[in-house]
Each structure stands twice: as C-alpha cells, then as structure tokens.
C-alpha cells in the first residue's frame, strides 16, 4: 500500500533548537510539495519539487528554513533556528505531474503523510 | 497568489441535514480538487473538477465547478456522523497547487 511516509510525527523542542523533518513520497511520484497547517492560517504552501529540483519556495521564511531533496526518495525540511511562532504541523505531500497534457497530471491527485506535529516552547 | 476562500468557516448540523460548502476566487483555475481532512490525518482527495459547469456526484456529495472556473461548491444530502471534518477546495494546477481556508463540518447524530 503505498503512501507517504513523515518522521517524526511529534516533535517538540526549545526555541533556538534546529529541527529537521523527514519525508519518503510515493515511488514514482515527481512532484513533493511541503506545506504548513496552523488553526488561523490553514493549509500554507511553503515549497515545492519536481524530478527533485525546487520550483517555488516563497512561503518559507528564507532566514531560518530550508528544503532540499537529496534524492527521489526522500525530502527534508530544516528549520534553524526553531521559533515558538513555527509551531504547527507540516505536511508532505507527492503527486505524478505528466507533463504531456493536462495541467496537472492524470487525476491531480495529491497524496498526504500523516504530518509532522511541531511545537517549539 | 491565487486566493481560495471558502464559506461557511464552519457548520455544526444534526444527522439528515443538507449543507453546501462554498469555494470561491477571484482567478481562473485550470481545475478545482476538494480534499476532506480528518483530524491526525493528511487531507485526502475526494474529487477533481476541470471543466467549467461540470458536475460530479460522489455517493451523497454533489460538485460543481463554476462556468468561470473560479469557483465552486460542494453539496451533501442527508449527512451522517461520518462526514464530519474539514473540507479544504485546492487549486493550482500545473504551477503550484494552494488550499483555501477550509470548513469545519460536524455532523451530530
């Protein structure tokens, strides 16, 4: 059953710690897209991949946040340093983009992990 | 940035209750996808509408996409407890795809 997997699924740390999280996306899949969910400001897209190379990465502050790909299977998202106000659960999420056609690939289908949950006192 | 509003913000209803949920923009999508979130859950896609006027039915869920394509709505009939979570409308596209601001449905027994 394939799905994407998030590590680690709680976290919490002290202000000024860095914080690194972890996502597996589907095999095959070539778009990664990371994004943060908070009570008052939703779903917020902070960046994303395709075939591993970064396309957009304007929701994230750029001061303290980073997100690289190392390889197919696995994308990191970094934080460095932790603030209380970055508290909140970051998704990963892995799609198949064709570029043939549509706009977005065969269904547009997203798949989620389960979240990484965050809390920086 | 393509902003998705969604309406109502929340929606407490009793069991057998009808509700529409309201995603609305003021760009053009190429296509409108609506996920449903449960809590401690990733959002889990429900639906794709790409064409403007279209109408999909999905059990006891009803979606229309706007003849502009810039917005949408989401019918239930007859809700049960277990459509209870949030609703998120998600555009995007080829570029990027950004979720609106989601409801919060609860349907009491």
């Known amino acids: 059953d394939a799905r994407v997997t998030q590590t680690p699924r709680h976290k919490v740390t002290e202000m000024g710690q860095e914080v690194t999280m ?15 969910q908070t009570m008052m400001q939703g779903l917020e897209l902070l960046a994303y991949f395709r075939n591993r190379a970064p396309l957009d990465d304007s ?4 001061d303290r946040f980073s997100a690289e790909m190392p390889d197919a299977t696995l994308a990191t998202l970094k934080i460095q340093p932790s603030e209380p106000r970055d508290s909140a659960v970051y998704f ?21 992990g389960e979240g990484s949950r965050l809390t920086v006192l | 940035t393509q902003l998705l509003e969604q309406s109502p ?5 009793q069991e057998g209750e009808n509700l529409t949920v309201y995603c609305n923009s003021s760009s053009v ?15 889990v896609l429900l639906v794709t509408v790409v064409t403007g006027g279209e109408v999909k039915k999905l059990k006891r869920l009803t979606f229309q996409f706007g003849d502009a394509r810039k917005d949408s709505s989401l019918h239930i009939t007859a ?10 409308c998600a555009g995007g596209g080829y570029q990027k795809v950004t979720f609106g601001t989601g409801t919060k449905l609860q349907v009491i027994p």
């Open chain 2, 9 to 13: 913000q929340f929606l407490s209803i």
């Open chain 2, 79 to 88: 809700a049960q407890p277990g459509d209870t979570g949030l609703y998120l």
């Open chain 1, 22 to 36: 972890r996502c597996q996306p589907i095999l095959g899949h070539n778009t990664v897209f990371w994004y943060r």
């Open chain 1, 59 to 62: 929701g994230m502050p750029k």
């Open chain 2, 29 to 43: 999508f190429s296509s409108l996808q609506w996920y449903r979130q449960e809590p401690g859950e990733g959002p």
């Open chain 1, 92 to 112: 990963c999420a892995s799609g198949l983009v064709e570029l043939a056609h549509r706009p977005w690939g065969r269904s547009g289908e997203l798949f989620f």
